[in-house]
């Protein structure tokens, strides 16, 4: 019984209600939701956004936000056509310089946070205007015009099996597509970093109290800067991944991907003041919206062009829930005061 009340108290067993509730209202609308491959692929297509929540959870636990990582997505596929298709450099190196760049923008915003103080809020947006103009300034380097995208990346079909650098967007093992297996390893490694090492207990503290971090002799500059490298990082991962699944690298690929990361955070838990989120809650969340957008237009007929209102709406409900949820557990805690003391 008391296990019982400790799953219901908890946040991300309600998102489990809530994504076992989605599963049923959408499969009784349309049997054909419920095909197996469909929801596959409906994953596969919104996997980018999964992968980069993952890392994002880490920065606002740190008591920040990051709503630059959309550009960087863009940046690291032009970057990657216009050094492969321009520069003939190997695809693999392509790749490597690609995710170095993206690794030095989130140190760049990083620094101006954790080192200059200056808003997370602030830095990000002027990074995602910054990131988005050297995406457009790079694809003007190419032969190919910035609207059409670079494509023909390498392949090698054997038996109709992709092989080589489309093998990451288009390939499977055991049945499974290799960008699920990717997410999955993420999962577990955020998992470990964030809830198994003295680096997620530092990263918390500093979300909790970052002043008392500092006195605990915690390095909380490097820390935070850290955050933003690896929201970074996991941006070039999942652009890298949408390139190789689209065959086509574009300045302004995930352009309009902000939104979902933001809110899959937010509604699996993440404060967005600090201390507090969990991998659980974000990927749950991330399902969630996942689902969400792949049952909406396929059961109800909402148009794809309509779907950023569903999860705008369910970003304003979250916050403002919490922030009810806070002032009445405050007003409680202030009652009880009383009432002791009386």
């Known amino acids: 019984m008391t296990i019982l009340k400790k799953l219901l ?180 490694f955020c998992v470990w970093l964030l809830h198994r090492t003295k680096y997620g207990e530092r990263l918390y503290l500093i979300g909790v109290n970052k002043e008392a971090a500092e006195y605990s002799g915690i390095n909380t500059r490097a820390v935070i800067m850290s955050t933003y490298v690896l929201a970074a990082v996991s941006a070039a991962i999942a652009g890298t991944l949408l390139t190789s699944n689209v065959n086509s690298a574009k300045y302004n690929l995930g352009s309009g991907y902000t939104l979902a990361i933001i809110t899959a955070v937010v509604l699996g838990g993440t404060s967005n003041t600090g201390g507090k989120g969990t991998i659980l809650g974000t990927v749950l969340a991330s399902l969630i919206i996942c689902i969400m957008r792949y049952g909406l237009p396929l059961c109800f007929g909402v148009s794809t062009q309509n779907l950023d209102l569903p999860v705008g709406i369910i970003l304003v409900v979250v916050v403002l829930g919490r922030e009810i949820a806070g002032k009445h557990m405050i007003s409680s805690l202030f009652r009880r005061l009383k009432s002791r003391s009386a």
């Open 9 to 188: 108290k908890r946040w991300e067993t309600f998102l489990v209600l809530f994504l076992i509730l989605e599963f049923v209202v959408f499969g009784a609308a349309n049997p054909k939701f419920l095909r197996p491959a469909s929801i596959m692929t409906a994953v596969v297509n919104y996997i980018s956004v999964c992968i980069i929540t993952l890392f994002v959870t880490m920065v606002m636990i740190g008591g920040g936000i990051d709503i630059q990582v959309a550009s960087i997505i863009g940046l690291t596929s032009i970057i990657e056509g216009v050094l492969w298709s321009d520069a003939g450099f190997n695809i693999w190196a392509a790749v490597l310089c690609a995710v170095a760049a993206a690794a030095l923008c989130g140190a760049l915003s990083g620094f101006f946070v954790a080192y200059c103080g200056v808003q997370p809020m602030v830095v990000t947006l002027g990074g995602s205007f910054l990131y988005s103009g050297l995406a457009l300034l790079v694809s003007g380097m190419s032969a190919t015009p910035a609207y059409q995208g670079i494509s023909g990346f390498p392949e090698k079909l054997k038996g109709n099996i992709f092989v080589d650098f489309r093998f990451l967007g288009k390939g499977e093992l055991f049945g499974v597509p290799f960008q699920i297996i990717i997410y999955v390893v993420l999962i577990f």
